[in-house]
């Protein structure tokens, strides 16, 4: 049982981390739509932790914004809550208004 337990865990875990891979992902694409460096609002919310290797990964993914679909802001705003990353939501929120 306890090796099934294990199994598991490991699944839910890998499933909540590619969860959160498409959540940074959604986050690099909709600054790089809106002509917003994704590093720099990484930095002004999380100062502590530059050099983020999953935020890097990120970004080689995304596409010009020409090719990318359309990222509405509730939406990279709500994913970013979900995941509880509040304090990138509000830098996020702060990039929202300068540009309106």
Request: with cysteine.
């Amino acid at each position: 049982m306890d090796e099934y337990r294990k199994a598991m865990e490991d699944q839910i875990i890998e499933s909540y981390r590619q969860e959160e891979d498409m959540m940074i992902l959604v986050f690099a694409q909709w600054c790089v739509n809106h002509d917003l460096d994704p590093e720099a609002l990484y930095l002004q919310a999380y100062p502590d932790q530059a050099g983020n290797e999953r935020l890097a990964r990120a970004l080689e993914l995304t596409v010009s914004k020409e090719e990318a679909g359309e990222i509405p802001d509730d939406t990279v705003l709500g994913v970013l809550s979900m995941f509880g990353n509040e304090d990138l939501a509000f830098i996020v929120s702060e990039a929202i208004s300068a540009r309106k």
